[in-house]
DNA sequence: TTGTATGCGTTATCAA
DNA sequence: TTGATAACGCATACAA
């Protein structure tokens, strides 16, 4: 008997077998060197030699079957090119880290199948643990994370009943905020740019518009409502059709891309920004800051989702027989210059009315993101 | 003997075990069913009714033991809030999923710890296959990435007798199309924005900024060389400094995010762009396009270095005895609005004069992206 | 077709 | 301290 041919692994590469056979000693002296428990000096420096000298190299896998983890921790977003889920990656992959973890971002292109997919897939055991934010919610979804062998942590709206650790903002919420901004602001002809309204986001944003309009007693003009996706190019092309059939004074935008988008479209027609249309974006993205002028977003809390999402996570990882928690987080309006006529330069003016929705309005300028990060091209 | 209690996993979930003894019959026919070989009729009912009964799903950490492969494939990029790696990543994507694989995404923050610890961690068999774009290179790197014990493909410049497989691109002769290109169109006091002058991609530009204005016959002016880093913020921080000490009637910056920056800054100032400024970044990153007005931009072929190194990363997967690679991506410049005085409308003018260094110079204004992803929020 | 037995590479158990 | 051996959960060669 004894084992192939030289106790390596079968794409040739040393083993624990390789590593003993090589040192003189039992695979288990070998392992518990490996791991630093126990041994002989002399034993460990044997070991120690000849692992050095095959280029010893421990099988993950094997040890995460062995253990039941991988130390893993994987993050599901439709589309990292969305400076939201860049923010809300960073802010979850500080806990993630500073629990000895890593964390891995997968894009579904916010496909359902893909979603399932991944979830099917990484959820095997693949990773400890899994957050997703996933723009669509189907049945699908729901049956896949019920039946995951690892706990599932979603950021976003999420059926009442659904059994699932869930961390949510209130989007309506925030668009009564932005709402309120500008009819204080004196804006009557309020537009909207809307993402699909077939995505929990989109029909949020569509409904809260509408409310807010109304708790105004503003009449909604279905002309000043535009629908495009959640992207720059879709947002700059739905402005600009808003503007070939109605006047705004003042459009919101269901996120910063699409607001980003419907600036570029308005400079392009020459419109002035704030003084002939107010522009309020949503999410508070670095976008935000970095357009010209600067604009107002309604903060969602995407880096606060994220990183209770996370803590979230965490915990259930330790614990696996919590209860299923729903937690939430304040939407809040970051005035800057793209609605204020008053303070064309960076770093925006507070509101000082109340919003009648409840929620918070922040001053603009934030400072500037204090993570170490580097941004950097080849 | 007999196994634990009931056949079933350590945290209770089931196993094989669980399906076979619940179906009666044995493991390997519960195997053959739950992979669709062999079988009786009566047999796959039986085994796929327990399956279901006792939600049966497979350890794909167990079966990765068994494979050797996990079919995922890591990329591992310093930032990702900077657009270049989501339009590298995406062309990944499309080459690793149309494999059969999944793309892992990780943010390494460009510290060198965090790279070669992924490399010891994700390496040991988590993941197939990894890219990796760093923005450093030492030693450590090439360490870990010639002890690895799975294939890795690097995206960037690579010591010449490094026996790794290497797609890069020639930034010094990009920044050369860039000169040649304000140049050619009368601008005579050229400023670069830079990042940290320590990286590869920093120490490029700088070098080729020298060679290209020594080129035409420009003397160098320390005082319009400004470092920073690759962000936004600083490069907007970095902008108002050089502009504050010299009067540059053109501004090279290593990166969108610099440019996207240095435009901001220069709008602050009410200066006007082309007309007082011309300015090009480098990447030609989605950032270019939405910038008002849109920025030309060098493009080092992001997109075309992340689909090539995804093919190069299959090939050695499938091969490993293959010899190392390296390849070559030539970069371009698109013209747009913000460095011709004559076309302030989207969509450029391509330059007619041939570079004096090689490489291309396409016409601006490229088609919207057709993939299909979405970008949302919360 | 079905079952038995073994291996994947590691860690943990338990005598010695 | 050390070594033989049994898991971890799955797949498969081989024999029945």
Redesign the interface.
């Known amino acids: 008997m004894g084992r192939k041919r030289l106790q390596t692994s079968?794409?040739g590469?040393p083993t624990v077998h390789t590593v003993a056979a090589r040192a003189g000693v039992s695979i288990a002296s070998a392992s518990r060197v490996l791991n630093g428990i126990g041994g002989s000096a002399e034993t460990v420096r044997k070991v120690r030699a000849a692992a050095a000298e095959v280029?010893y190299?421990?099988?993950?896998?094997?040890r995460?079957?062995q253990s039941?983890r991988?130390?893993?921790v994987?993050l599901a977003v439709?589309?990292?090119?969305?400076?939201?889920y860049?923010a809300m990656?960073?802010a979850i992959?500080a806990v993630v880290t500073s629990s000895g973890r890593?964390?891995?971002?997968?894009?579904t292109?916010?496909?359902i199948e893909s979603e399932t997919d991944?979830l099917r897939?990484?959820a095997?055991?693949?990773v400890d643990g899994m957050i997703m934010?996933p723009?669509r919610i189907t049945d699908r979804h729901l049956d896949a994370i019920v039946?995951?062998?690892i706990p599932v942590v979603v950021?976003?709206q999420l059926p009442d009943d659904a059994p699932v650790d869930n961390v949510?903002?209130d989007?309506r919420a925030g668009v009564a905020l932005a709402v309120d901004h500008l009819v204080a602001a004196g804006r009557q002809r309020i537009g909207l740019v809307n993402?699909p309204l077939d995505?929990v986001?989109g029909a949020a944003r569509d409904a809260g518009f509408r409310a807010a309009l109304a708790s105004h007693g503003i009449p909604v003009d279905e002309r000043l409502i535009e629908v495009g996706?959640?992207?720059?190019?879709a947002g700059r092309d739905a402005a600009a059709r808003l503007f070939a059939r109605a006047e705004p004074d003042a459009l919101l935008c269901?996120?910063d891309?699409i607001a980003?988008?419907a600036?570029?479209a308005l400079?392009?027609e020459r419109r002035r920004v704030p003084e002939d249309v107010a522009l309020v974006g949503?999410?508070d993205t670095?976008l935000a800051?970095?357009a010209?002028p600067q604009l107002s977003s309604v903060s969602?809390g995407?880096a606060a989702?994220g990183r209770r999402a996370a803590e979230l996570l965490l915990e259930r990882i330790a614990d696996?027989d919590l209860p299923p928690r729903r937690e939430h987080v304040a939407p809040s309006l970051v005035v800057r210059a793209s609605s204020t006529v008053g303070r064309p330069?960076?770093g925006g003016t507070p509101s000082s009315r109340r919003p009648s929705s409840g929620g918070a309005t922040r001053p603009g300028g934030r400072a500037?993101?204090a993570d170490?990060?580097?941004?950097?091209?080849?």
Not at 102 to 107: K, P, S, T
Not at 372 to 378: I, L, Q, R
């Open positions: 079968a794409d590469r280029g190299v421990p099988n993950a896998i094997a995460s079957l039941q991988t130390g893993l994987a439709a589309d990292i090119g969305n400076p939201v860049v990656m960073r992959e890593q964390l891995l971002v997968h894009a292109g916010g496909e991944l897939r990484l095997n055991r693949y934010s723009i039946v995951s062998p950021v976003g949510r903002t989007s993402g995505t986001p996706d959640f992207q720059y190019a269901a996120n891309l980003v988008g600036l570029h400079l392009t949503m999410d670095e800051q970095m010209f969602l995407s989702r696996p330069t960076p500037a993101p170490g990060t580097v941004g950097v091209t080849s």
